[in-house]
């Protein structure tokens, strides 16, 4: 079966910086949008970012993190980053990626976007406190 591994959380001070990883075995990521979701305990979990497959420019964030998160491709590496900087306490969650039913992400990263699968793998843990 197809499944996505996040990793590359951590802890980390407030205004540190993390780079979580998405790779996938048996999917070309390149060919969809990917998106990143968290979720704190207690909370829903709510998508932060999504890039275009690589043949449809863009890239959206929601707005508690737009300027300090930046996602990306290496296509060569069959990788999504999300690159976090000035993290913040309520950054603090469980960090997963997935890959959109779609080629390209809906402008809103809040809208409901389909999910191509219904596994979410493991994902990280992104952790910010002092």
């Known amino acids: 079966e197809v499944q996505l591994q996040a990793s590359g959380g951590g802890l980390v001070q407030p205004g540190g910086s993390l780079r979580l990883s998405c790779a996938a075995h048996?999917?070309?990521?390149?060919?969809?949008?990917i998106s990143w979701f968290r979720q704190a305990p207690g909370k829903e979990r709510e998508r932060v970012s999504c890039i275009n497959s690589v043949q449809h420019e863009g890239t959206y964030y929601t707005d508690s993190v737009k300027d300090r998160f930046t996602i990306s491709r290496d296509s060569a590496k069959n990788t999504v980053y999300l690159q976090m900087n000035s993290l913040k306490p309520e950054d603090t969650g469980h960090y997963y990626c997935a890959p959109m039913l779609d080629v390209t992400c809906v402008k809103n990263p809040g809208t409901d976007q389909e999910r191509l699968l219904d596994s979410w793998g493991q994902g990280t843990q992104v952790t910010v406190s002092s």
């Open positions: 048996g999917l070309a990521l390149d060919y969809y949008a």
